[in-house]
């Protein structure tokens, strides 16, 4: 069994990479979390995106959730707000979209524009 | 891994995660997560408890209805029936208590020996999910299998790191690491 106790060595290597990066303004990435996304696959990918940017250490994104973004047969449909630029909304994620949204947008600022709403519809 | 499970609300801990939902559109600031895994009773119990806006008795017996939902902000959509219809299918029952003003209490009991019980599913996966999305909102999980528990307090957590975000990726994914463990040590290694 895992204990509470581990959670300090966790916190002390979160403060470290935090102060490395205080100056940057973050990413938030926004996946849709209503009965539609959650049916369509929501959490799979929401854990695939904070288990991506644990592995490349990139401190300063948030992922968070919203309701059903009106668009139920798009689902699972993921936003990200980079600041400065315009908002990119994906549709129909899976866990290995995932990998390549957060290594070419979220991590070298190109959207994966087949996978983007605009490609969708 | 995640990213394997089929598509469709077919295991208790997706069903938890859609409850939960309808208590952070309420604006809750707590949400208590009690599951009671009774094999040898041949009953499982969720219920979900919240301090969010609560219902009158006209949206409680409406919110049963897959077509109801308050519309401007679909703050109770289909999660309610369908989990009403999960627990029924097994002879089980839903039971909703609210108050205007104090809170929700969503109680599904199912009867676990019957074939179309849905499995557990990964409950460390919703609680990390909820937890990550809601810092703010205090969870209190506990999670029975026979006489064996599991408890986490997502504030306890949170004073614990201090200044550090409880939603930070690294300790999220330790969270869902320490629920994992949590409940394989009451489920002794076997099922979950």
């Not at chain 2, 394997?4 to 208790?12: F, G, K």
Request: with cysteine.
């Amino acid at each position: 069994m895992k204990s509470l106790e581990e959670l300090e060595e966790v916190r002390q290597k979160a403060l470290d990479s935090v102060k490395l990066r205080k100056s940057r303004a973050g990413t938030r990435i926004v996946v849709g979390m209503a009965t539609c996304g959650i049916a369509a696959g929501a959490r799979p990918v929401l854990l695939s995106f904070l288990d991506e940017i644990k592995k490349r250490n990139l401190g300063d994104v948030i992922v968070s959730q919203t309701g059903c973004m009106g668009t139920c047969r798009l689902e699972p449909m993921v936003e990200v707000y980079r600041p400065g630029e315009e908002k990119v909304t994906y549709v129909k994620m899976t866990a290995d979209k995932v990998k390549r949204v957060v290594t070419e947008h979220i991590a070298n600022g190109h959207p994966v524009i087949e996978y983007t709403i605009g490609s969708a519809e | 891994m995640t990213g394997t499970e089929a598509n469709s609300m077919e295991d208790v801990s997706l069903h938890v995660l859609d409850i939960v939902q309808n208590s952070i559109a309420a604006e809750a600031s707590r949400i208590v997560i009690f599951i009671q895994d009774r094999p040898e009773q041949d009953r499982l119990e969720i219920r979900i408890c919240d301090n969010g806006k609560g219902m009158d008795p006209d949206q409680v017996k409406s919110v049963s209805d897959p077509f109801y939902t308050t519309r401007t902000t679909r703050r109770v959509g289909l999660g309610i029936p369908l989990l009403q219809a999960s627990a029924e299918a097994t002879g089980g029952y839903l039971k909703i208590r609210s108050e205007k003003g104090t809170g929700t209490v969503v109680q599904a009991v199912f009867h676990s020996k019957h074939i179309d019980c849905p499995p557990m599913g990964r409950m460390e996966d919703t609680m990390a999910v909820l937890i990550c999305c809601n810092p703010d909102v205090q969870f209190h999980y506990s999670h029975i299998f026979s006489d064996r528990k599991f408890v986490l307090h997502s504030g306890e957590i949170q004073q614990k790191l201090g200044e550090i975000s409880i939603a930070y990726p690294d300790v999220i994914m330790w969270i869902k690491d320490y629920i994992h463990s949590g409940l394989e040590e009451i489920y002794g290694g076997v099922g979950g």
